[in-house]
């Protein structure tokens, strides 16, 4: 069968649709849809082994056990009285896992949501590692199956070879290895959000079957976590956006005229209502899964809002606990502080803060090609269209955390790994000279893998687009010389280099991933001198800190300093803080939170400044010896 000549002989395109592969990349992204598939099963797998591993031997962090307990009560009580600053959504998938584990919980117990979490975990006879252990694994589960949905809106934007990108960045970040093992609510928000904006980009091409779909993903995302409530707009615009588009580009499209437009716009603007209709449905469905009768009194001590803030919350068409839930939110951003970054104890907050702990806390690698994604997406002409569904939210998010009051990690902004492992994947056009694999049907106006030539080009023969003779081949829009352009030649291994680059890295912090930083700020040991509580110390090395000392420093006397939701005594540490007895008395072992110790008071001090470090224990607890 006679094949069609390029402009330069290597780029040379049989008419059967198989490109001729140039490199490994490409022939594993092209070529193997079998080496495709196992490579991702290995990255997801490895990713659950990694997560579940973790799971299995950290101890509660602080903000799980008020989950746990407020799960507990969800499902045995079907009350609504407890942590109402988040919606249940969240709450309720790990409930999902607790139906397994059992926990017993008085059912007349009256306290507040710290002494509930207490309760559940340490004193109703329940073992605490088993409890955690199934409520964290819903929250792993959801993990992967967002990762699932990285793959395949990366493989639409940049084919196989992407779409194996983007996963291994997001199964290798460390980030989200640890936070997708914990029973917490960051994550599982953004993979719904990600979720919902795949689905409004498959909507370009099949609005009414992808917008339902994409609304209840979002009504997930904002039932799940309020801070996910400035993407609502921008996704309803985006939607407006996904039906203009499948208007214009149908093929039974109206002419252009400004009715047809107007009609456009009007079906844009009805789809974005109907998405919101739908997404507060799925809000109020979460309440009443958890009480149908919607029984509710606000907390007496409900800070008050004013201004535009109050307005918004009274004309929120969601259940009153929601609204209340706001204000709640809205009193802890009232709120003043502490934080800590590169050194520095702050009361307030910086505004620079989450993109400074990004950039202490993401891969070197993986920094580079969350870049290189977004220039892909913003020059190449193919991409564009997808740039405001990738770039935007994250940034919108971004720019809403970095206005709030907590400086606390960059758990407010795992919404980043997540949609720019997306972007990452696009990094593999630039290098390209040709339009990336079909993966799937043929799309309209492509047969196969067949380059298009201009009117009038020789050996076209009886196609209906040829019209006389010529050789100068039609490149597709965006992709013109980009084979010629001096990074077409190395962005495809570079790539691979970053890529591994981000999974040794990555490999190597197992299992300590909470405290990961890149290489350039020291590694994992030296986050505590950067950053502080949850980017490196949550209390969730307390049971390895009572294997340390069972083994390496059994009989000795400790002292703890502990930073954590969980009860040193139920993992058979027996040791009292030092803050509360004469400096004089303090002798032998004392084991410090590294949050303690960046947070440091004037005794706290003086008692490290005559002790000698001995150990660490997971990045997070320094042991040190008090002669």
Not at 147 to 170: K, M, P, Q
Not at 402 to 413: C, E, I, Q
Not at 445 to 457: E, F, Y
Request: proline share 8%.
């Amino acid at each position: 069968m006679p094949t069609f000549l390029a402009s330069r002989h290597d780029e040379r395109v049989p008419v059967n649709g198989a490109v001729a592969p140039h490199s490994l990349l490409g022939r594993l992204g092209r070529h193997r849809r079998a080496v495709f598939a196992v490579a991702v099963a290995l990255l997801l797998v490895q990713m659950a082994v990694a997560m579940v591993s973790t799971a299995v031997e950290q101890t509660p962090t602080i903000d799980e056990p008020v989950y746990v307990g407020t799960a507990t009560v969800y499902v045995q009580q079907h009350d609504l009285r407890y942590n109402p600053e988040h919606p249940p959504l969240g709450k309720l998938i790990i409930g999902a896992g607790l139906l397994f584990a059992h926990p017993h919980l008085d059912s007349a117990f009256k306290g507040d949501q710290t002494e509930l979490g207490r309760r559940v975990l340490y004193e109703s006879g329940n073992d605490p590692w088993r409890v955690m252990f199934w409520a964290r694994l819903p929250v792993i589960v959801l993990t992967l199956l967002s990762g699932l949905v990285v793959l395949a809106f990366a493989r639409e934007l940049a084919g196989r070879t992407g779409a194996l990108v983007a996963l291994a960045l997001y199964a290798f970040s460390p980030d989200v290895i640890a936070h997708g093992s914990l029973a917490t609510l960051d994550l599982p928000a953004s993979g719904f959000l990600l979720t919902s904006v795949w689905l409004v980009w498959r909507a370009r091409r099949r609005p009414f079957l992808y917008l339902p779909l994409s609304a209840t993903a979002l009504g997930a995302a904002v039932a799940t976590k309020m801070s996910m409530l400035p993407a609502v707009p921008l996704v309803l615009l985006l939607a407006v956006g996904s039906v203009w588009h499948a208007g214009r580009s149908g093929h039974d499209a109206a002419p252009g005229g400004t009715r047809a437009k107007a009609r456009l716009l009007g079906l844009g603007a009805a789809a974005a209502v109907g998405m919101a209709v739908v997404a507060v449905a799925v809000v109020w469905a979460t309440y009443l899964a958890v009480d149908p009768r919607l029984r509710w009194t606000a907390p007496a001590d409900l800070p008050a809002v004013h201004g535009l803030r109050a307005l918004a919350i009274d004309h929120l068409p969601v259940p009153r606990p929601y609204r209340d839930g706001m204000r709640v939110q809205f009193g802890f951003e009232n709120a003043t502080w502490q934080g800590f970054l590169f050194g520095r104890l702050y009361r307030g907050s910086l505004w620079y803060y989450l993109p400074a702990a990004l950039l202490v806390k993401t891969p070197l690698g993986m920094t580079a090609l969350w870049t290189t994604g977004s220039l892909a997406l913003l020059t190449v002409r193919r991409l564009r269209p997808a740039a405001p569904y990738l770039l935007i939210p994250p940034a919108l998010l971004l720019a809403s955390a970095m206005t709030g009051s907590r400086d606390l990690g960059v758990r407010y902004a795992l919404f980043m790994p997540v949609f720019l492992a997306v972007a990452a994947g696009c990094t593999v056009v630039l290098a390209r000279g040709r339009r990336p694999e079909v993966t799937g049907r043929s799309r309209p106006g492509w047969a196969g893998t067949v380059r298009r030539l201009r009117p009038g080009c020789a050996g076209t023969g009886h196609r209906p687009w040829s019209r006389g003779a010529g050789t100068v081949r039609r490149p597709w829009p965006g992709w013109a010389g980009t084979a010629g352009r001096p990074w077409s030649q190395w962005a495809e291994p570079v790539t691979a280099v970053l890529v591994l680059f981000v999974a040794v890295s990555s490999l190597l912090t197992y299992p300590y991933y909470l405290p990961y930083s890149n290489e350039a700020f020291g590694g994992p040991e030296k986050t505590y001198l950067r950053l502080h509580d949850s980017n490196v110390d949550w209390g969730q090395d307390l049971g390895r800190l009572a294997d340390r000392l069972k083994h390496h420093y059994p009989h000795e006397n400790v002292w703890l300093v502990y930073k954590g939701a969980g009860v040193p005594s139920a993992y058979g540490i027996d040791a009292p803080d030092p803050r509360t007895v004469p400096a004089g008395r303090v002798h032998g072992l004392l084991a410090v939170s590294d949050t303690a110790i960046d947070k440091a008071d004037a005794r706290l001090k003086t008692l490290l400044s005559t002790s000698r470090r001995v150990d660490e224990v997971g990045h997070s607890i320094t042991v040190f010896r008090r002669p």
